[in-house]
């Protein structure tokens, strides 16, 4: 969603127009986010106040498809969380049991993209990752688009601080990995040759089409500008600047 149909709290121009198109057409959309930040009612919130209808069936975003994994590992395990209130409410919902302090019985140490990331948690998760506690990401990216070309730092660009202290990576489950499509195929029982993804990062969205053999479609409205599109190895099938500009060839 950020950079695709909307960037911070500003919907993207023709967006409404294009959604509407999609299910005037008799196709479905489903709103794919790699942000963890907020969970799925505080999507459907946000959405609706710029004026789209959806609902929460059709929001899907990288903390759900982690918990899906998780849930098939270890049902109700024990995890320390670097994620907002809002992930810490998704993770409690589903069972989980939310670790806050050091020297714990921890299943999971699982970053999100953690707003409210304070120098404390970030110890104590580095902590346990060096232990060996197993270690995984909602997501990779480096950062958040915002209105006006600006950006804050992601869930990628605290993954490589955590690095930089462990020397550890996670196992990343959202774009581009095939964790977050699996999750997607198996929730709304679809197949690959029927979707198609429509994004604004070529790390993420469009090498998750190319990586997942599903068709991919590049909109130059959020992180990707011209000259990262002319250096990059991830080529999109499709190339349009908005979405606004997909809605006359639907």
């Not at 994994?69 to 409690?92: C, D, Q, S, V």
């Not at 250096?231 to 006359?248: Q, W």
Request: aromatic share 10%.
């Amino acid at each position: 969603m950020d950079g695709t149909i909307y960037l911070g709290d500003r919907l993207i121009d023709g967006a409404s127009d294009f959604l509407h198109k999609i299910k005037a057409n008799g196709k479905q959309y489903i709103f794919l986010t790699n942000n963890s930040s907020k969970n799925k009612r505080v999507y459907v919130e946000k959405l609706k106040r710029m004026g789209i209808a959806a609902d929460s069936s059709e929001v899907f975003t990288s903390g759900e498809a982690t918990i899906m994994y998780l849930n098939k590992i270890k049902k109700n395990a024990h995890i320390f969380l670097l994620g907002t209130p809002a992930l810490e409410e998704e993770f409690e919902d589903a069972g989980f049991s939310l670790v806050r302090e050091r020297n714990q019985d921890v299943d999971f140490v699982v970053l999100g993209f953690d707003t409210t990331l304070t120098y404390n948690k970030l110890w104590i998760a580095c902590d346990y990752i060096a232990e060996g506690v197993e270690y995984i990401a909602t997501h990779p990216d480096f950062v958040c688009p915002l209105e006006g070309g600006r950006c804050m730092p992601d869930a990628g660009s605290m993954i490589a601080l955590i690095k930089g202290t462990t020397g550890k990576e996670p196992l990343v489950i959202g774009k581009p990995n095939r964790f977050i499509i699996d999750a997607i195929l198996e929730k709304y029982s679809l197949k690959k040759e029927d979707m198609a993804i429509v994004g604004d990062r070529l790390y993420t969205d469009i090498r998750t089409g190319l990586d997942n053999g599903i068709d991919s479609i590049l909109v130059m409205s959020g992180e990707t500008d011209e000259s990262m599109l002319a250096s990059t190895e991830f080529i999109p099938k499709y190339l349009f600047g908005s979405v606004k500009d997909i809605i006359g060839v639907l």
